[in-house]
């Protein structure tokens, strides 16, 4: 059975950081591609990174330069390491797991909430 | 940028189908997949690659798409059915979702 658990979250002041972890069983993850998808309070959904089974990586424009995703296949982790955070980052970010080749988000963990505020 | 516009809410009554449409600029080149999501719940995948449906989907979840809009209609709808429901679609190598679409069953 596929589980994704994200953790990291929490409060951080503007300019701060925070690194996220989505803990990955039930398959490979190397073979799969794996993204981080967010939501700030009350709001939509809004993608903010990828990471391909053979390593490609895509960032949305509001995160690019700051935030960097990677993967621990030894860990069975997915991580999102987020530097120079801003108010407009609070969400709850969400990694997903595709289910196919045209299926990119597939599964979804259950989030972990992170709030930039002074 | 590019963007998929959804209508903000629908209602339905018990038992009536429900559309829910997403529109894009050459969404018709793309794939669309819909999500359901309910208060203080992860969004779930309801249909993938315009009109599959995973394993554990209802059959009354259905996905089509004609021309730039993408329609997720739910035949028979159910008091549980009230939740938001997002389409989303790949540009170049970015996701871009839609705005999402309140549901409400009366």
């Known amino acids: 059975e596929v589980q994704l658990v994200e953790s990291g979250g929490g409060l951080v002041k503007p300019g701060g950081s925070l690194r996220l972890s989505c803990g990955a069983s039930?398959?490979?993850?190397?073979?799969?591609?794996m993204h981080w998808v967010r939501q700030a309070p009350g709001k939509g959904l809004e993608w903010v990174s990828s990471?391909?089974?053979?390593?490609?990586?895509y960032y949305a424009d509001s995160v690019k330069g700051r935030f960097t995703i990677s993967r621990d296949t030894a860990k069975k982790s997915l991580y999102l390491q987020m530097n120079s955070l801003r108010v407009e980052d609070t969400a709850v970010y969400y990694c997903?797991?595709?289910?196919?080749?045209?299926?990119?988000?597939?599964?979804w963990g259950q989030g972990t909430l992170v709030t930039v505020s002074s | 940028s590019y963007e998929l516009t959804q209508p903000p809410s629908v209602s339905v009554s018990p038992g009536q189908t429900a559309s829910i449409t997403c529109s894009g600029d050459?969404?018709?080149?793309?794939?669309a997949s819909w999500f359901q999501q309910k208060p203080g719940q992860a969004p779930g995948l309801l249909i993938y690659?315009?009109?599959h449906r995973p394993s554990g989907i209802p059959e009354r979840f259905s996905g089509s798409k004609s021309g730039n809009t993408a329609t997720l209609t739910i035949s028979g709808t159910q008091a549980m059915d009230e939740a938001d429901y997002y389409c989303?679609?790949?540009?170049?190598?970015?996701?871009?979702f839609g705005g999402g679409t309140k549901l409400t069953v009366l």
């Open positions: 039930g398959f490979i993850l190397s073979s799969h591609n």
């Open positions: 989303q679609a790949w540009d170049s190598s970015t996701a871009i």
């Open positions: 050459t969404l018709g080149d793309k794939y």
């Open positions: 990471i391909t089974s053979d390593n490609y990586i």
């Open positions: 997903a797991k595709d289910c196919g080749t045209y299926c990119p988000f597939g599964y």
């Open positions: 690659q315009n009109n």
